[in-house]
């Protein structure tokens, strides 16, 4: 890894030194700030940009520290208001009124570009989904809703539209057949234009793009995951890839997209370009912004941030989240994508009230959800894992094309695998009513009849059952390939269908049974109180919530699709059982998993090491060992440059000659400054044998007639956080994940002995936790 190079300003200050040869002498002092820093810079690089403020730039998969950020955020603050009461005139308070308001100017355009993006993908989401089995004549750019609006308007059926052609008749073989092949055709090549775009242009635009941007919240650096490449490849890939028949979606994809567009905004405004803790302030916000448009649920946008995504999540946040998914909410509604006023492709709205005895399905929904999330989890990253170590992991264009066109093929028999899976979840959704054309609706209302279910309802039955199956099959190969690629609506999808077989069996049950006591007072027949669309909502949730293990946000997240406050309650028992059932067999969700399998350093808020009686001395480094350190004392130039040739070390304490710690500095500020201070005395920067003193105290030293020292006191760190080795692990994790720090000092008895990294920490934790010997080398 490359280190980058950075401005450092430097002045001459005028000392006396009580020297016979010399009376007075030029002193070189690096000043990394207007007014100093005890905070020292950062472990990467630091640099005074135009508005003299401290800036921190970090190297590609490195941590922020969360503790000096908001610490240089404070300083910042507390300057301009001494400004502003020392000179009070209308510039300085425009200029506060304009500093105080820039994250909600951000957050508003956030929401903007959010609902315009949502927007864009879902109208050509829809169009490129119609072109794989026909098109409008004279206009080719028109949905085939929108070609037949003229039509429609006149009473004719969409299904008999006259401006719409489809590629073949599907009345006979060879139009079925040719209807078929561009079913495939199209499809394919949809995909294939995907992973093109992505693997040439911007390959962190595959996948869902939550695990990452997960981690990214907690204070990882991933450079190029949010730029404007990747924002732009998704954007026009989330429709090809939906499009394509691909069992994925493009909600958890929006996330992504719509923190990119928060990452844009940001860097308009310094105050949240220069500083890493405050710019994932505003990410926050637009993951939030990302749900509210992804299902059309502003608040269950707000809570998905604070219980999934977010580690960081002041109060102020919260106000701004809470906003920024309203504006894209808005947003999304003024474009509306679907034409019918709804933000969501499958709003619903019930009005039938659900029963005490009903309940129990809806527990016995959530238990199948918890093992459905179980078993998909362990299925799909062992496929993942296979994925890397086979052929597939590199060829993913291969890959992509074969699934696409395999997916194509096993899924055009079956209507309910044929269609768009946004379409499948308002059709499993929709309650049924009399003289309803849905074939899951097919009930003889007669009441001669022995039999409520006709012919046509058996038949969607098992359609429904081989869908189930190749849907949760298909779905377990598909997350991970490099396309972007959702998890809600295939999770949804699955939970939809068994939720609406779980229905229909209910109904059976009633009517083989009418004279049970737990509903013959309130079933008159198994239709007039079992309705199977609301057991399809409460199976997405369970599915969903076994999947993701969310909770509260899931729960606020179906209530705002369906718009029906009286199944909070069926929604709650589902989730919970969902979520225990899953916990019973792992705390971990799909997230999560990936997370681990990607082996981001992520300190999950789960975590619990309250049970190990391991000590901050047993996992600390070196183990046995004498650390690298740097004297208080008696440094000089060629020890130093010595020492960072042999040792490859990021960073140095500072001890006493008693081993006690008194500061760190970091490989890139010695280095820098060393370089610096000989540069500016005209000296080759990189002779190690040309010997300078270096001082890291304010205080005057006694030197030698000789050449100039270098003070490095404002760039170092005065106050790293130190732990005794005695202290339990327990402790020692939260202090990593409650203050955010790259790394603790070790002290016995106040002599230095070792350090503890994030790494370090991360290592031990994944050791106990799986028994294995997980690496983060490749960020080391």
């Given at each position: ?27 070189v002092e690096l000043d990394l700030g207007k007014e100093g820093s005890s905070y020292g810079s950062d472990p990467d690089a630091l640099e ?41 005139n209308i510039v300085n308070y425009i200029r506060s009124l304009a500093d105080a308001a820039s994250g909600w100017i951000i957050v508003t ?605 404002n760039v170092i760190d005065y106050s790293p956080v130190t732990i005794s080795e005695q202290t339990s692990i327990a402790l020692v994790l ?47």
């Amino acid at each position: 890894m490359e280190t980058r190079s950075r401005p450092i300003a430097l002045n001459i200050i005028k000392t006396d030194f009580p020297n016979d040869d010399m009376e007075r002498k030029d002193f070189v002092e690096l000043d990394l700030g207007k007014e100093g820093s005890s905070y020292g810079s950062d472990p990467d690089a630091l640099e005074e940009d135009f508005t003299g403020e401290t800036k921190f730039h970090y190297k590609d998969f490195g941590s922020i520290d969360w503790y000096r950020e908001l610490a240089v955020d404070q300083r910042k603050r507390a300057r301009d208001k001494e400004k502003a009461e020392k000179t009070p005139n209308i510039v300085n308070y425009i200029r506060s009124l304009a500093d105080a308001a820039s994250g909600w100017i951000i957050v508003t355009v956030i929401g903007l570009l959010a609902g315009f993006a949502a927007g864009v993908i879902d109208i050509a989401t829809k169009w490129l989904s119609d072109l794989k089995s026909g098109y409008c004549r004279g206009h080719l750019y028109l949905n085939q809703e929108q070609c037949c609006w003229s039509d429609t308007l006149h009473g004719i059926d969409e299904d008999n539209c006259t401006a719409w052609r489809d590629y073949g008749n599907p009345n006979t073989y060879g139009g079925h057949v040719l209807l078929f092949i561009m079913y495939c055709l199209m499809g394919t090549l949809f995909a294939t234009i995907a992973v093109i775009l992505v693997k040439m242009i911007a390959p962190y635009a595959c996948g869902s793009g939550i695990p990452e941007v997960k981690t990214i919240l907690s204070g990882f650096i991933m450079k190029g995951y949010l730029g404007f490449g990747t924002l732009l490849v998704k954007t026009l890939t989330m429709p090809l890839a939906v499009s394509a028949g691909l069992m994925l979606g493009k909600e958890g994809p929006l996330v992504h997209v719509a923190c990119c567009c928060g990452h844009a905004v940001s860097q308009f405004f310094p105050k949240y370009r220069n500083n890493q803790a405050k710019l994932r302030e505003m990410l926050s916000a637009s993951a939030a912004a990302g749900v509210s448009v992804a299902f059309g649920a502003p608040i269950g946008g707000v809570l998905f941030s604070l219980e999934e995504v977010s580690y960081y999540f002041p109060l102020k946040t919260l106000w701004r989240s809470f906003f920024c998914a309203l504006i894209a909410a808005f947003s999304l509604r003024a474009m509306n994508p679907f034409g019918n006023q709804h933000l969501v492709l499958f709003y619903v709205e019930y009005d039938k009230p659900y029963h005490l005895f009903e309940l129990f399905p809806f527990i016995i929904l959530g238990i199948l959800g918890g093992l459905y999330g179980i078993l998909f989890i362990n299925m799909n990253l062992s496929w993942c894992r296979f994925r890397k170590r086979s052929i597939l992991g590199q060829h993913p264009l291969l890959e992509v094309v074969i699934l696409a066109l395999g997916t194509s093929i096993l899924a055009y028999p079956n209507p309910y695998t044929r269609i768009q899976s946004g379409h499948l979840i308002r059709l499993l959704f929709k309650e049924c009513k009399r003289y309803d054309d849905n074939p899951l609706c097919d009930y003889n209302y007669s009441q001669n009849a022995t039999t409520v279910f006709n012919d046509g309802i058996t038949q969607a039955t098992w359609q429904l059952i081989l869908a189930l199956v190749v849907k949760s099959a298909l779905t377990v190969i598909t997350f991970g390939i490099k396309v972007p690629a959702g998890l809600f609506i295939p999770s949804m999808v699955t939970g939809a269908i068994t939720g609406r077989l779980i229905g229909i069996l209910t109904q059976k049950i009633i009517e083989a049974f009418p004279t049970l006591s737990i509903w013959e007072g309130v079933c008159a027949d198994p239709t007039s109180c079992i309705e199977p669309g609301l057991y399809s909502m409460v199976g997405a949730a369970a599915a969903l919530g076994g999947v993701t293990r969310m909770t509260v946000s899931l729960v606020v997240i179906m209530f705002e699709v369906t718009g029906g406050l009286q199944y909070i309650v069926p929604f709650m028992v589902a989730t919970m059982a969902s979520k225990w059932i899953g916990d019973a067999f792992g705390k971990d969700g799909i997230y999560d998993g990936h997370i681990t399998l990607n082996e981001y350093p992520y300190l999950d808020v789960k975590i619990d090491m309250q049970q190990q009686k391991t000590t901050a001395g047993q996992i600390m480094n070196p183990k046995g060992g004498t650390m690298v350190t740097i004297p208080f004392q008696g440094s000089t130039t060629e020890k130093l440059c010595t020492m960072l040739a042999d040792h490859p070390f990021s960073g140095f304490p500072i001890v006493t000659v008693q081993g006690r710690l008194v500061a760190f500095i970091t490989r890139e500020d010695l280095q820098e400054g060393i370089a610096a201070g000989r540069k500016l005395m005209t000296l080759d920067p990189n002779d190690a044998h040309i010997d300078q003193t270096v001082l890291f105290t304010m205080s005057t030293p006694l030197v030698s007639a000789g050449r100039v020292p270098i003070r490095l006191n404002n760039v170092i760190d005065y106050s790293p956080v130190t732990i005794s080795e005695q202290t339990s692990i327990a402790l020692v994790l939260e202090v990593f994940r409650k203050l955010g720090c790259r790394q603790v000092f070790v002290l016995r008895q106040g002599e230095l002995v070792g350090l503890i990294t994030k790494k370090d920490l991360l290592q031990f934790i994944y050791e106990t936790r799986n028994n294995d010997q997980t690496s983060y080398t490749q960020f080391k």
